[in-house]
């Protein structure tokens, strides 16, 4: 679709602005891809385009965004003191930004005869929003009539994050400054699932790969330990994910979790979850391993229990195999379970997701997770399509997992979206009383820094109170990781730094 700016009145370069117009864009219009021509012609584009504008009088400035499409024209527009364009640096691209996307949503939502779910949010972690509000001093109440307000937000949506903020504001009375968050990751699945687009590589062409990546991390791990004792630190909540970890051998998964305890600062560890996603890498040995190094959950996939949903994803296990991992889990782990589940799989029905949910409820795992189906750049369901749910399905199946989570006892306690999802909609996390899983809510809610080992990890140091994150991406490929030493080691020293001082400095 093609895009103008008005050449006039910005406080900034109008390209400055086109970042937030292309959320938007995404958003409202997910098939379109941004052109910037140079000039308009007179009738905008032909069949359609986007006109942006901004305009400021005495007491009030004005963005209006009008949008052409399929022969239909609409405008909207968003008001804000004039003053405000007055203001320094990056507050006024904020405010700019904000009334932008507000236009854009009113014209857009004009054509297309519906609401979104999320209204305009664009971001992956709204709940930031009811968060800060709540940490202001507002209620539960206030911050969800603010998102309904000020962004659109559906009063379920709305409600649904303001359950998950007050679930971030209990966890982050437990963080302190000289603790950290670890992630260890190994990118390694028994085979590429067809809606996958991370770094994991199949095993069975990896293999060559496998015992050097596990040397190699531990070196990593013996590093890092040795950093954070040094600046006093320690290790307050801790996830191995990936890729699927059980699918290395136990005396893989031994030798890594070996390191981590004899070098890793974990004595304030709350708790130690491991993905072993994929239940044909559940085995009794694993388990044991896994159990006797601390780690008190795990995290068993089954994204579906329909058979058939299983072989179009490209899965290679049975719904029959997750119950027996499921039977395992629970001899080892005393059902300190989470399962996750994927709404709007291909050749998925919404009797057909009921049926899982069932099964699994069943089951009783501690933690639920329901994902809606993101088509991502990189996966094979990307590139090749599939037999997709309609998003008026997708829906469906949200509200029946949300109806039948609550009425088994559960409570949403952490979420996030992503780009190319089915709907527009949402990830949820969903819990029993006193099992929250800290590290979904630490990492996603940015609430601490988190020190990623491994392949692809990406190290988030956090500023909570100073609302400032640092990245430090480790190489992204198994392959890359083990050449990347300097980087990894220069890394890890400037995490350890960065934490060290915040924690001196809030003393």
Request: aromatic residues 8%.
């Amino acid at each position: 679709m093609k895009i103008w700016f008005a050449q006039h009145n910005w406080p900034w370069s109008p390209e400055k602005y086109r970042f937030p117009t292309e959320q938007m864009l995404l958003t409202l219009f997910p098939g379109e891809k941004p052109e910037y021509p140079d000039t308009m012609p007179p009738d905008m584009g032909g069949g359609q385009g986007v006109l942006i504008g901004l305009s400021r009088g005495r007491a009030k400035a004005s963005i209006s965004v009008l949008v052409k499409r399929g022969g239909q024209c609409r405008n909207g527009v968003a008001r804000f003191p004039a003053d405000k364009l007055d203001e320094p640096g990056e507050q006024v691209y904020h405010t700019v930004s904000h009334a932008l996307k507000q236009a854009f949503y009113q014209a857009g939502t004009a054509l297309l005869g519906y609401e979104l779910p999320w209204g305009s949010l664009t971001g992956v972690r709204p709940v930031k929003l009811p968060t800060k509000a709540m940490l202001a001093g507002k209620t539960a109440r206030q911050a969800e009539r603010e998102l309904v307000r000020e962004y659109h937000v559906s009063p379920s949506r709305a409600a649904l994050a303001a359950e998950c903020a007050r679930a971030a504001l209990e966890v982050k009375k437990g963080l302190a400054e000289d603790g950290m968050a670890l992630y260890l990751g190994v990118p390694f699945c028994p085979t590429r699932c067809a809606y996958c687009s991370f770094i994991s590589a199949d095993v069975k062409g990896s293999l060559g790969l496998v015992e050097p990546y596990v040397d190699a991390l531990c070196r990593e791990i013996e590093l890092a330990g040795k950093l954070l004792k040094a600046e006093g630190l320690h290790i307050s909540c801790a996830y191995m994910g990936g890729g699927t970890p059980t699918t290395l051998s136990g005396p893989q998964l031994d030798q890594v979790l070996s390191a981590v305890e004899r070098f890793l600062p974990m004595e304030g560890c709350s708790e130690f979850t491991v993905e072993a996603g994929r239940p044909d890498t559940i085995t009794p040995d694993k388990l044991e391993v896994l159990r006797n190094h601390g780690v008190r959950r795990i995290s068993i996939n089954p994204q579906t229990m329909e058979d058939h949903v299983l072989r179009a994803m490209g899965r290679a296990h049975t719904a029959a195999q997750i119950t027996e991992a499921m039977g395992l889990a629970d001899r080892h782990f005393g059902g300190l379970v989470n399962m996750d589940l994927i709404a709007g799989l291909p050749a998925d029905t919404l009797e057909g997701f009921g049926r899982t949910l069932d099964r699994v409820l069943a089951m009783g795992p501690a933690n639920i997770t329901v994902h809606t189906l993101a088509l991502k750049k990189g996966a094979r369901l990307m590139e090749e399509g599939g037999d997709l749910p309609a998003p008026e399905t997708v829906e469906a199946m949200l509200n029946l997992a949300s109806d039948r989570l609550r009425g088994a006892g559960y409570a949403p306690y952490y979420l996030y979206r992503q780009k190319y999802m089915s709907g527009s909609f949402e990830n949820v996390g969903w819990t029993k009383p006193e099992a929250v899983c800290a590290y979904n809510i630490v990492m996603m809610e940015e609430l601490q820094s988190v020190l990623s080992l491994g392949a692809g990890g990406i190290t988030k140091l956090v500023d909570f109170e100073g609302g400032k994150i640092l990245r430090l991406n480790n190489p992204k490929y198994a392959r890359e990781y083990l050449d990347g030493w300097d980087k990894i080691s220069e890394n890890k020293r400037r995490a350890a730094a960065f934490q060290g001082g915040l924690a001196r400095d809030r003393v």
